[in-house]
């Protein structure tokens, strides 16, 4: 038996838009240049009316205040989305890697915050939008873990300590998730029964989420579908970058130049 569905958002598209682009899981960090070169140049050439980013931006957000130091990789990248924000509008979603983005990421890019999940309303059609962590329920202790860490009092504890002690602590989750992908673990997928229940709370047709690398479309009944992302890593041996486009005419997946 699942959970209750959590509240659903709502994101009714202008009626001027016609495609709205879905990216997730860059895990954006300084030892991947290529993978933030190549979303600069998707955000600078994409031709949809408005982009959103299903979460794990980055590799890891460890506070806003990050920003205000010289010269940072977050400010950098920040810069490049206030950048792509005043093209067209640019909406971001908490992933599990950058649940930490507040107020003065949304400051520094012009970026919109949406609730996860939300449902789009676009060109007559509902899609639910979600990173795709909470679905995972077969994973009890990364479950247990989500809880801990979107308390407003642990979040509260993390933003206490000094920059460098929170970057210092940044490198060792790199350095696990590092160790994670040589060993191939893969996170558990979304439950089946709960992706049902949270579509049919939204009234939608199609789930759109990221989180587990396992790009895909799964059909969960004649008429409700599932579409997975894929990350982006462009520095692999093996380079992988997708992005997912919706319009009245369904979901398509194109290459990031193609876009």
């Known amino acids: 038996m699942t959970d209750a569905p959590p509240p659903i958002a709502e994101l009714v598209a202008p009626d001027a838009w016609r495609a709205v682009d879905c ?56 810069a490049l989305l206030r950048d792509a924000a005043e093209r067209r509008p640019t909406f971001f979603m908490h992933g599990n890697r950058d649940f930490l983005v507040a107020d003065g990421f949304v ?32 994973d009890l202790p990364y479950q247990q873990f989500r809880r801990m860490v979107r308390a ?56 759109v989420h990221g989180h587990t690398h396992r790009p895909a479309d799964h059909l969960l009944a ?4 599932r579409h997975v992302l894929t990350d982006w890593d462009l520095d692999d041996a093996a380079p992988r970058a997708e992005v997912l486009r919706l319009s009245a005419q369904g979901a398509q997946r194109l290459a990031p130049e193609a876009a």
């Open 23 to 78: 990216i997730s899981d860059l895990h954006l960090d300084a030892a991947h240049p290529a993978t933030l070169r190549a979303l600069q140049s998707y955000l600078e050439t994409t031709r949809a009316d408005a982009v959103v980013i299903l979460g794990d931006l980055f590799e890891v957000w460890v506070g806003d205040d990050a920003l205000r130091e010289p010269g940072s990789f977050e400010g950098r990248v920040c």
């Open 107 to 138: 400051r520094a890019t012009g970026i919109t915050l949406l609730a996860d999940p939300t449902a789009l309303a676009l060109d007559g059609l509902r899609w639910l939008l979600s990173h795709g962590d909470a679905l995972c329920l077969e």
């Open 152 to 207: 407003s009092d642990w979040q509260a504890q993390w933003l206490a300590q000094p920059l460098a002690a929170r970057r210092t602590q940044a490198r060792g989750i790199r350095s696990e998730s590092e160790s994670r992908k040589r060993a191939a673990v893969t996170c558990a997928d979304a439950d089946r029964d709960a992706a049902l229940a949270w579509l049919q709370a939204a009234h939608a047709q199609a789930l």
């Open 222 to 225: 004649p008429d409700l579908v």
